[in-house]
Every structure is written in C-alpha cells, then in structure tokens.
C-alpha cells in the first residue's frame, strides 16, 4: 500500500470522532471501552513473588546500536508503570521521562478524551516518514476496538521484522494474537494482558435470593440467557436489579456474533445482537434491570449495597479497579463480591504494544515486547504486584492452582482458573474495523427504544443514519 494511500485511510479514521477506551477521562465514553486503571485496591491478596527476580536473570540489551531517544505513544500511564516495575534496567527520571541503557525514554501520553489520544497518534504517524529519527514513534498502544484502524497499514511493523518468531509467542493466547493480526495474516502487535470476562455478582444478593453465594450453585441461576432472565425475576421479586444497566450486558452479546458488524460494504447486525434487544427490552420493561450509561454515577450506585445491583459483568480490571474496592463500604472494599462464568464467555479490553515502521530502536523494542509479554517470570510478579490476568498460558495456569493466591474483594477466591477457562473459548473472527462505531451507535439508539422514546423501526433507523454518517461508504 502506497504512502498516500495509507495517509488517507488513517486521516479518514480520525474523522470518525470514536471515544477510544482505557482513556484517564472524567467523562468516560458509553461504549464499553475500558476506563484508566488506577492504583489496585489494597484488599487484594497475592502470592509471594519468586526469590529470582527477572532483573536479576536477564542481560540488560544491548542498545549500542540504537537511536538515542525511544519515543512510547500511550493513553494513560499504564503501560509505563508496568514498564517501570518490571521492565529490567529501566530507570526513572520523572513521569514522561527514562533511560534504558544510553537511550532516553519519552513517554506521550494524551488522555482519550474526545478522541485525542488517536488524533494525537494519526497526525503524529503521518509525519513518520520525513521526521527527524529522535523524533519518530518507536512503539505505541492500541486497544481491540480500533487495532485493525493501525495494523491493517504500513506503518505498523510485524513483529516477525523485529525477530520476533512464533516459538517466542507460543505460550500466549490465542485470541490477542487475532486481535493484532492484519487481513494478510501477519501479526503486529503483542499484549501482555488478557481481559477473558466473567459475572461478578453480590454474596450477600445470592445468599438473600439464592440462599447461598457459592459460586458453582449460583452458576445454575446464570448458565445461560434464558435462565438468567428468569432469575431476574426472582430478584426483582426480593427489591434487586439483575444487573445496573442492559449495557452491562451488551459486550457479552456482542462477542458472541457469528457473523461482522458490516458484510459486503453492507451494515449487518447479527443475530445474537437481536436477540440482546429483545432480552434487554424484556427486563427493562419488567423494572429488572436499568438503562445507565456505563461509568455514569446511577450505573456506579450498584458498588454500593444499597444500589441492590445483583451482578456486572468484566475481566478482572473491572472489579479490582473500576468497582470502588478502595472505597470504604463499598461490596468490593467488604470483600463482597464473587465471580462465576455467567451465561457466556466474552472479553473486554486490553492493550496491544506495536512497532512503528520507521523506528531507529528495533532492538529495543523487541526487547520490551518479549520481556514485557513472554518472560513467565515478569508475567508472575504482575499478576501478584498489579493483580491482572496475563497473556501467558503457563503462567495463569499455575498461579490459579496456587492456593497462597486469592482475592479479598472476591471473598477470598481464587478466580483465575475461571478466567483461564473463558479465555480458550475467545473467538475474534468476526473482528471489523468498524467495530467500535457500529458497537456504540447500536447502543445509542437501542436506549431510545428501551426507554420508550421510539419504536424498534425508529431505532433501528437511528443506528443506520449514524453509522452511515460516520462510514459514508457504508449501504444498509
């Protein structure tokens, strides 16, 4: 693909305006994007970390050869503190700034807001070409909603390129290989997390309803779609909501589709899409669940116990860090929480670190993508210090059966084999660069019809016009 070419699909993507997720904004997106994560709420219980630290088994790179300054592009500071932590021989100057080496580190991290984080990025990696080489991207992040916008041009790297082979990848997981891949095949990016979901519900709701809160018996009253929307019912029938809002349960729905947001040019919606509608219009109706915007201060009231929020649904990011765990007499801050699979398998969020084409660090780069996603070492000591479910097999297999590891805001359960469980089942097939638009814009106009403002027609009306709207190439 010629340069122009790419210059124009990347332009014509920033005009789309899409709220990226995992952004640090006051006023999070209504997609179900990932919020920033913030410092781990301190009742969770992790094991003890390894005596032989990573640090202290591997050779620092050699950046002899090197450009002098690695520029990262980031959303939040994520990214950077697992780096900080973890990475070996990274040392801190201040927030933005560190060496590797004899190689300067600068960190550009621009908020999400409105979008900015990708405009930001777009207009910088148009310029890649004809900048000066300590000024050029070396690697950035991207999030599943919009990876294929970067990794379906040019100007991401393979990492194949960078020497980095299959064997080196062969302990991740499938699926966040899938979501980096560009319609050729070829891989171009990597991740070190994995965001597998689950249901989290309240201990406290389930013992009320259920008359129990063990997370295999409740698994009965959620096993799947039907079954979940008549134990609906039943909570309603005790004063309890199923979950706070039929948002919760869109991204579970969504992952589940047998066929893409846009087929042949044409706007398609699946049927597992429907069948959300129907089943969210059901319980809205019935006063079973509510209508919030995700992140809004109503959906939030469910952290609470007088929210009467039986269940929401996310990976474990959701609970440790976005759930109010550190806030005092919330259920997580109780430790009264508990996870089960839900009515299907799904995942929610994630970064994906990639190469720039253009940047003078190869070397480097390759270095922080093996150490930071396949070293099993560093994978352990983040999931004991950060408490995240990590993009290594073997490592998430032993630490779910190690029985020192569990979580307070979980109760004390060890949720990992669960989440180990959901994620072999992940299938990204049905990936589309349209994704993320589509998947808010459906959501918009489905809130009309859910509270009564039109009918189905007028709804679905909606969503058409704006995507059409956003995707002037688009027919429905």
Not at 66 to 72: A, D, R, S, T
Not at 415 to 434: F, H, K, Q, R
Request: hydrophobic share 35%; aromatic share 10%; proline share 4%.
């Amino acid at each position: 693909m010629k340069r122009k070419v790419l210059s124009t699909l990347l332009a014509a993507t920033m005009l789309t305006g899409l709220i990226a997720g995992c952004g640090n904004s006051s006023e999070p997106a209504a997609s179900n994007s990932q919020p920033a994560a913030t410092t781990p709420a301190a009742d969770t219980t992790p094991a003890a970390p390894a005596e032989t630290t990573p640090a202290e088994t591997q050779a620092a790179v050699d950046t002899a050869d090197e450009g002098k300054v690695l520029n990262i592009y980031c959303w939040n500071d994520e990214f950077y503190r697992r780096i900080r932590d973890h990475y070996p021989d990274y040392e801190v100057i201040d927030a933005t700034h560190g060496t590797i080496g004899d190689v300067s580190v600068v960190w550009n991290i621009t908020p999400n807001d409105d979008n900015a984080y990708q405009n930001n990025l777009d207009e910088t990696l148009l310029k890649q070409a004809d900048a000066a080489a300590d000024d050029k991207i070396d690697l950035f992040l991207v999030e599943a909603d919009y990876a294929l916008k970067y990794v379906d041009t040019e100007y991401t790297m393979p990492v194949k390129d960078l020497g980095i082979t299959d064997a080196d990848l062969a302990d991740q997981y499938q699926y966040t290989k899938d979501i980096v891949t560009d319609s050729n095949g070829v891989l171009k990016g990597v991740s070190w997390q994995g965001c597998p979901g689950v249901m989290f519900y309240s201990r406290e709701v389930a013992k009320d309803v259920f008359g129990t809160d063990d997370p295999a018996e409740v698994q009965e009253y959620v096993k799947d779609w039907d079954t979940f929307n008549e134990t609906a019912k039943a909570l309603k029938e005790k004063g309890y909501f199923a979950a706070s809002s039929a948002n919760d349960t869109y991204r579970v729905y969504s992952n589940n589709v047998t066929s893409k947001w846009v087929e042949d040019g044409k706007i398609n919606i699946d049927d597992n899409i429907m069948k959300w509608v129907e089943d969210s219009k059901v319980l809205v109706d019935a006063g079973e669940i509510g209508t919030h915007e995700l992140w809004s201060d109503d959906w939030s009231q469910g952290f609470y116990p007088d929210g009467k929020v039986f269940a929401y649904f996310g990976p474990a990011w959701l609970v440790n860090f976005s759930m109010a765990a550190d806030k005092e007499g919330s259920i997580g801050n109780l430790g009264g929480w508990a996870a089960t699979e839900g009515p299907q398998g799904f995942f929610w969020g994630g970064t994906w670190i990639c190469a720039a084409t253009g940047t003078d660090n190869a070397g480097l780069v390759k270095d922080i993508m093996l150490q930071m996603t396949a070293n099993e070492e560093i994978m352990k000591e983040i999931v004991v210090a950060d408490d995240d479910f990590v993009n290594n097999k073997p490592a998430m297999n032993a630490m779910a059966e190690d029985t020192s590891y569990s979580s307070k805001i979980l109760g004390g359960q060890n949720p990992l084999a669960m989440y180990c469980a959901g994620v072999e089942g992940l299938d990204l097939s049905n990936l589309s660069i349209y994704d993320q638009g589509c998947n808010e814009e459906f959501q918009n106009a489905m809130k009309n019809y859910f509270d009564g403002n039109t009918d189905l027609d007028g709804a679905l009306d909606l969503f058409y016009k704006a995507v059409v709207e956003k995707y002037p190439e688009l027919t429905y």
